[in-house]
């Protein structure tokens, strides 16, 4: 029996989330269905709402940062059961594509149905719908302002039950993204000066990790005074409100030749940021772009393509922070339970699903490290 409930979606972009009655549809083969415990709020879904992130289908349920219990599993989920609790990651994994079977799961091929809503397999076929029949998408295939959600299993990973539910779901986007930034695509090295642009949940987490991997200098930037304070906490070194000052002050600790790694977590990105950042960077050295910003933007980055080469700088994007969900959020809610990773205090605030536009909007007035709807 399909399940009624309720959950946040975009009728349009731009446009604002509304929390509206839903229908949730029984778990298919490979599918499971989920009871949300919690979901953070990325700037991700922001994107959604200006439509700088344009999605196939509308309306769309948003969410892609969540965590529960498993209410019902479908067939062919081997390894899940009823009860099961479960982190999303926001890239599913097929474990079988070239780029899963290659250790690059961040790029498994079922990420072309991302921004479809659909299911992967059946880009007609929708697992959310209105009270009057009307198909509503999945961001990520997830959609987790729900407070129930049906899911393929590839999208899901099987945690300890003793982790609390509302730390967990962090790493499924945040986490995941800005420590994996820092530490697997940016391979920062014990020693080493790191800039980091924009200290959000992606930025803070960005910090942590180049803190954990041994940056002798973890230098973040960003406008807001909170910000820079919270980055302090997850291990900063220097802290300042403008890439010009940081770059300067990456200089003045590398006779003058500049940061080694920057990593770039603005909440809007544009290519004039990523110049910034390549700027900032010493000869050989590492930009990684991570934040998004205007996707159908073709403006591209303004460098020079000499210093480009000359200086045999490179630029790198980079999805979930290179991680491999279903290797990589376990190991990080291990470092969670070793005390070396900290995901507790990346939550400023907790909302209920009602509360969500008020989340949307605290993000966006430089309150919120991370805001999390806790679901009842
Ligand atoms: N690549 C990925 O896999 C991936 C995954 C998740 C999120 N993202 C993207 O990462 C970005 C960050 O997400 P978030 O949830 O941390 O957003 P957020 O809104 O919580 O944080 C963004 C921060 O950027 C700061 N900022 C704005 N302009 C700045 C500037 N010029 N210099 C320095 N800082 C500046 C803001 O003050 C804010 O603190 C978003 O674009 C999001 O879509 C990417
Ligand atoms: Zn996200
Ligand atoms: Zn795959």
Same mark, same amino acid.
């Given at each position: 029996? !399909?399940?009624?409930t309720?959950g ?11 929390? *509206?009655?839903?229908?949730s ?9 989920v009871?949300l415990?919690a979901?953070?709020m ?8 200006t439509?700088d992130?344009?999605?196939a289908h509308y !309306? ?9 219990? *498993? ?8 390894g899940f059961?009823?009860g099961?609790?479960?982190v999303f ?5 097929c ?18 149905g991302?921004?479809?809503?659909a299911?992967?397999?059946d ?12 198909a509503?998408g999945?961001?990520?295939g997830? %959609?987790?302002?729900?407070?129930v959600t049906?899911v393929?299993?590839?999208s ?6 003793d982790i609390?539910l509302?730390v $967990?779901c962090?790493?499924g986007?945040g986490? %995941? ?9 940016a391979?920062v ?8 642009m924009?200290? %959000?949940?992606?930025?803070i ?8 991997? %041994?940056?002798s200098?973890?230098?973040? *930037?960003?406008?807001v005074a ?7 906490e997850f ?5 300042f409100?403008s890439?010009?000052?940081?770059n300067?002050f990456a200089?003045s600790?590398?006779?003058?030749q500049?940061a080694?790694? $920057?990593?770039?977590?603005?909440g ?8 910034q950042?390549f700027?900032a *960077?010493?000869k050989a050295?590492?930009v990684?772009?991570?934040?998004l910003g ?5 403006s591209g980055i303004?460098i020079?393509?000499g210093?480009?080469?000359l200086?045999?700088?490179e630029?790198?994007g980079a999805?979930f922070?290179?991680?491999n969900p279903?290797t990589?959020?376990l190991?990080?809610?291990?470092l969670?339970q070793?005390?070396?990773l900290k ?9 209920k ?6 989340g949307?909007?605290?993000m966006?007035?430089?309150?919120n ?7 009842d």
């Amino acid at each position: 029996m !399909p399940v009624k409930t309720r959950g946040a979606i975009m009728r349009s972009a731009p446009g604002k989330f509304e929390v *509206v009655d839903l229908v949730s549809d029984d778990p298919r083969s490979g599918e499971i269905q989920v009871k949300l415990a919690a979901s953070g709020m990325c700037h991700s879904d922001d994107h959604l709402a200006t439509g700088d992130i344009p999605v196939a289908h509308y !309306p769309m349920a948003g969410g892609h940062e969540g965590a529960g219990v *498993v209410m019902k599993v479908g067939e062919n989920t081997p390894g899940f059961e009823e009860g099961d609790h479960v982190v999303f990651s926001f890239l599913p994994a097929c474990g079988k594509c070239r780029w899963c079977a290659s250790g690059m799961s961040y790029l498994c091929d079922l990420g072309a149905g991302l921004l479809v809503g659909a299911r992967f397999d059946d880009p007609e076929s929708f697992r959310f719908t209105m009270a009057d029949g009307t198909a509503v998408g999945q961001m990520c295939g997830l %959609g987790t302002f729900a407070e129930v959600t049906t899911v393929s299993a590839d999208s899901a990973v099987k945690i300890d039950k003793d982790i609390p539910l509302d730390v $967990a779901c962090l790493t499924g986007c945040g986490v %995941g993204t800005g420590w994996g930034s820092s530490v697997t695509a940016a391979k920062v090295e014990p020693g080493e000066t790191v800039i980091i642009m924009g200290i %959000g949940g992606i930025g803070i987490n960005a910090v942590q990790g180049a803190a954990h991997a %041994g940056a002798s200098h973890v230098i973040a *930037v960003d406008p807001v005074a909170f910000k820079l304070e919270k980055a302090r906490e997850f291990g900063a070194t220097e802290t300042f409100s403008s890439i010009e000052e940081a770059n300067e002050f990456a200089k003045s600790v590398t006779n003058g030749q500049g940061a080694d790694k $920057a990593i770039v977590t603005i909440g809007v990105t544009t290519g004039a940021h990523v110049a910034q950042a390549f700027q900032a *960077v010493r000869k050989a050295g590492v930009v990684i772009v991570t934040g998004l910003g205007d996707i159908t933007d073709q403006s591209g980055i303004p460098i020079s393509v000499g210093e480009l080469t000359l200086f045999a700088k490179e630029i790198k994007g980079a999805l979930f922070g290179d991680s491999n969900p279903h290797t990589d959020i376990l190991k990080m809610l291990r470092l969670y339970q070793e005390g070396k990773l900290k995901l507790d205090e990346l939550i400023t605030k907790r909302y209920k699903l009602d509360e969500i536009q008020q989340g949307y909007e605290d993000m966006h007035a430089g309150k919120n490290i991370r805001g999390v709807i806790i679901y009842d």
